[in-house]
């Protein structure tokens, strides 16, 4: 999980200055305190500190904390691999909920499976970290659209 | 399926309060500023006023928004026709998103499609509602179960 | 929503014989022995009678065989309202399955919940008959792409 | 993709000879044409040779073939890790259709991500084979319940 070594000249660079722009003016992101992680061409890692506003009624982490984590990482990861001048949307998700999201943070990981014209499929796995142990939370699939940006 | 005019001594206010408690030891519920609404056997609203913590790249509600307020409309709505000593958990659900999810607030509405000894699906449909208007932003089905509570 | 009374001159009757004709053209369909029912725009019934090559191990109907009809209904009640010239694919869907698929026959009704320039989402019932008796068996939300007709 | 080299008797060839009795009695599994592939613990193989009876309007495999094959084999995979005593039955399945499916035949192959005393999930990959070429056409994501044998 080492964080991205793009300097400021290479694409990874502008690829991730290009996500990280479009993760800060999500309010949500930061009103939960989401931090973007890795991003590489096709799979984007999203982490999530634990925090008591994140939380269902037992204290775990709420459904809704681990989908919103997920769903960023999948429409990130799409947007990696999206032609020029699109952005992406989600069209639509589906994701099991594995074991009790316990632990000191979440991490997201995006990966597309398949990049298309207009569509593009992502699968998104989440873990729970406790120390240096890592238990599987969800698994969501999605599916995203590639729209061209309103100039 | 009568409106939730119940008061304190009926079976209905019994069924709100129980699932009003699990729902302000949410943490996620009260950061995001969540609402409980009506309240019947089967059928649970849950109203989302908008706020700048709420929402995605481009100031409409992030789909983790809209995501969380129906996973939670669909857990309660199942927990008003699970046995009795038994708590829900979300099993998995899939959402489609439907229109930018743009309004002064989002309600979400879940009704039971089936109620099983285990397993519970439900239907949950989010509006966007602005002045007197009503749009789809949303459409979720969801897999609950119903688990022991431990004493 | 007109019942299906259309006749030969009417647009319902030409909308039904393109659906049909596409029906046709579908071997799987021939070979489960499944049949085009109601057709108006938005909403389509297919059925599927029950036979000994449609079912699972305990001889009830086949998820794959509930789903097979499911998929078909929900597909081509997208078509009823595609562009001129455009033809329809599923992108993906997700069934519960809530009962046994236990009866005379199957029926599936696709009914579009939105249809977009490019996607159409499209909720699918499925019941089984026996005698006068419909009993839900599955419940089908599906998206659909629609993709211009190459000549 | 070698095929089981289990051998009559071994733990791995008892586990072959229950998934073999439970997929000959499938009349649709039959229909289709569909075939038993590898059996391991967690993970099981079906093949389907592609024929008229499988397609749909365009002459490529029908969504509904695919989907039968993918959620027998998921299926069979939580069958091997079920509980002694238990069959299994699917609550749900979500699949995305990722390209046509086109080709001599296509092999699902079912994995259990996490096997759970009630509910497994499992995660299915469906590819075309043309000659040497293995192309992706679906994945599926499933939720299987575990229910005791009635004796």
Known sequence: ???????IDTPDATLRARIQDSFDR??????????LGEVVPGRVHIH???GPGLTQHLGYFH???T???ADTAGGFAALTLAPPNHTVL???FKINLLAPAQGESLEAIGEVVRAGRTLTIVQIDVHA???????PVALMQQTIIN???SS
Request: aromatic fraction near 2%; charged fraction near 20%.
């Open 1 to 7: 999980m080492t964080p991205s070594t793009a300097t």
């Open 26 to 35: 999500s309010g949500l992101l930061r009103h939960l305190g989401a931090r």
């Open 48 to 50: 999530l500190p634990y």
């Open 63 to 65: 459904a809704g904390s």
């Open 67 to 69: 989908t919103t984590i």
């Open 90 to 92: 989600s069209v639509e």
């Open 129 to 135: 970290l406790n120390a240096d142990k890592r238990t």
């Open 147 to 149: 729209l061209p940006e």
